[in-house]
């Protein structure tokens, strides 16, 4: 009986991880990878036709203010300066014309990579808030971490102490 209420109690956190994968996941399929499409861009077109599909998906899915901070506020988790630096980046591509030259396009599209990218211990990543997958249920991820983690704890304690009874 301990055994069986300790697996149980194991699923929570297996619920809270899942789900993260599954948003992260589905974050990048719809956002995160038209990031990384338009930082690789070889012309102003394509660049254009992602960062608008990117623009698109924030502004249908709210996410153009706010933070991903649980506790504290700070600049790297500041989605409205994300968006806004995002949208700025669109309005740029938007204002190139037949009359724009070669050098200037490589320049917008040498500006619009410093802008999407940056430069990880892994490499080379797009640039967004941490935790913008859950955005804005971050507090309630948060919590239901906690209360998973605390879910873990007693269930495998409840574990342990059910093998001793064999």
Same mark, same amino acid.
């Given at each position: 009986?301990?055994?069986?209420?300790?697996?149980?109690?194991?699923? /929570?956190?297996?619920? @809270?991880?899942?789900?993260?994968? !599954? &948003?992260?996941?589905?974050?990048?399929?719809?956002?995160?990878?038209?990031?990384?499409?338009?930082?690789?861009?070889?012309?102003?077109?394509?660049?254009?036709?992602?960062? *608008?599909?990117?623009?698109? %998906?924030?502004?249908? $899915?709210?996410?153009?203010?706010? %933070?991903?901070?649980?506790? %504290?506020?700070? /600049?790297? *988790?500041?989605? =409205?300066? @994300? %968006?806004?630096?995002?949208?700025?980046?669109?309005?740029?591509? #938007?204002?190139?014309?037949? #009359?724009?030259?070669? &050098?200037?396009?490589?320049?917008?599209? &040498?500006?619009?990579? $410093?802008?999407? +990218?940056?430069?990880?211990?892994?490499? $080379? #990543?797009?640039? #967004? /808030? $941490?935790?913008?997958?859950?955005? /804005?249920?971050?507090?309630?991820?948060?919590?239901?971490?906690?209360?998973?983690?605390?879910?873990? !704890? =007693?269930?495998?304690? +409840?574990?342990?102490?059910?093998?001793?009874?064999?």
């Amino acid at each position: 009986m301990k055994r069986t209420l300790g697996i149980i109690l194991l699923l /929570p956190i297996l619920l @809270w991880g899942g789900a993260r994968i !599954i &948003l992260d996941i589905k974050f990048g399929i719809d956002c995160g990878g038209h990031i990384k499409r338009a930082a690789d861009s070889n012309t102003v077109e394509i660049a254009t036709q992602e960062m *608008e599909t990117v623009i698109t %998906y924030l502004e249908r $899915e709210e996410m153009t203010e706010g %933070y991903t901070s649980v506790l %504290y506020r700070t /600049p790297d *988790e500041d989605v =409205g300066f @994300w %968006y806004s630096n995002l949208k700025s980046s669109l309005t740029e591509l #938007e204002k190139v014309n037949q #009359e724009t030259t070669q &050098l200037e396009r490589s320049n917008i599209l &040498l500006k619009l990579r $410093e802008t999407l +990218l940056d430069h990880g211990t892994s490499g $080379e #990543e797009i640039t #967004e /808030p $941490e935790g913008i997958s859950v955005f /804005p249920n971050n507090v309630g991820f948060a919590i239901f971490g906690i209360v998973s983690l605390i879910f873990l !704890i =007693g269930g495998a304690v +409840l574990i342990f102490v059910s093998l001793d009874d064999f």
